[in-house]
């Protein structure tokens, strides 16, 4: 027995392929039944003489159906050369129940199967809509932090800052805005500049014609600085003037905003007489643009005299 055990192991081996090969050849050669997940797609219609139509419901991504045919065929098989391929003759707004068939299945193998029958779904219910484009604006979902003595100079930006969606005119008719995926970021120390991903529409019968942006963060070393010689208008009575007619103005914000700041043309300080009451202006307060991309600390002197030219 022994002996048996550890004779020629090349002649056993040979053997043991050789009735593998012959059980293998006999099995491939019966004919079997299979299942398998094929896609399904449906037809947009072009009617003549219209807009373009597109589906406007919701459909299963893919169909289960059973073929036949020979084991050796079956081992061959490829799912993706399948399709449940439907069609559908409808007015806008129009809606149908199909009965998935066998003979609507598509076959691109050159193997020899034959369809039995689909699985699921029984049934697919198809509504037709016009197809709409338009461009909406891109909203970023993002939290973003500067570092201990750093700030955010300015807006966030995004380019491009829209995307064109299209799909059903009911469906497009009710989206406003896309929002970029949720992303937070701290600690930031410089410029920051990536891309993002754009949230998808939760139907897939809406398409985006780009799923990606870019965001734009300015962000700077944090400083104070005093900017001199600041002019000072006066609104609401011709030919008044203000005395001083020049102040100056501490800020804070990005260290290169504050420092290119030029008092000429960027603080525009005014006073604005079309408000006051009495015939004394003398004191009254120094305004400031509100629109600033900087903090306003203080305005030396806070107070000026208004007097006639």
């Not at 993706?80 to 069609?87: A, G």
């Not at 003979?103 to 197809?131: F, G, K, M, W, Y």
């Not at 030029?262 to 005014?270: K, N, S």
């Amino acid at each position: 027995m022994k002996d048996w055990l550890t004779g020629d192991w090349g002649v056993k081996l040979g053997a043991l392929f050789l009735a593998t090969g012959l059980w293998l050849h006999a099995v491939t050669e019966h004919s079997y039944r299979r299942e398998l997940d094929i896609r399904l797609l449906v037809d947009d219609p072009q009617p003549a003489g219209e807009s373009a139509l597109v589906v406007a419901s919701e459909l299963p991504a893919t169909a289960r159906i059973a073929v036949f045919g020979d084991g050796k065929d079956l081992l061959r098989l490829d799912e993706s050369d399948f399709v449940l391929h439907l069609q559908s003759e409808l007015s806008p707004g129009g809606r149908a129940t199909i009965r998935p068939s066998p003979d609507q299945v598509e076959d691109h193998s050159e193997l020899n199967l034959v369809v039995e029958s689909v699985i699921r779904p029984r049934e697919v219910t198809v509504a037709l809509d016009r197809l709409e484009t338009r461009k909406v604006p891109i909203e970023p979902a993002t939290v973003l932090e500067a570092a201990n003595s750093f700030t955010i100079v300015g807006h966030v930006a995004l380019k491009p800052d829209s995307v064109t969606i299209s799909g059903p005119l009911h469906l497009v008719q009710a989206i406003h805005l896309i929002h970029t995926d949720t992303l937070t970021l701290t600690g930031l120390s410089g410029p920051v500049e990536l891309d993002v991903q754009l949230a998808q529409p939760s139907t897939n019968l809406l398409h985006l014609d780009h799923q990606v942006t870019t965001l734009i963060a300015d962000i700077q070393e944090l400083a104070e600085y005093e900017v001199g010689n600041v002019p000072v208008r006066v609104e609401g009575r011709p030919g008044a003037a203000a005395a001083p007619s020049r102040v100056t103005v501490k800020v804070r914000g990005g260290a290169d905003l504050i420092g290119s700041l030029d008092p000429e043309t960027d603080l525009g300080l005014y006073v604005d007489l079309r408000t006051a009451s009495g015939a004394n202006e003398a004191g009254e307060l120094v305004l400031s643009p509100t629109d600033r991309l900087y903090e306003l600390l203080e305005i030396i002197p806070a107070r000026v005299s208004i007097v006639d030219r």
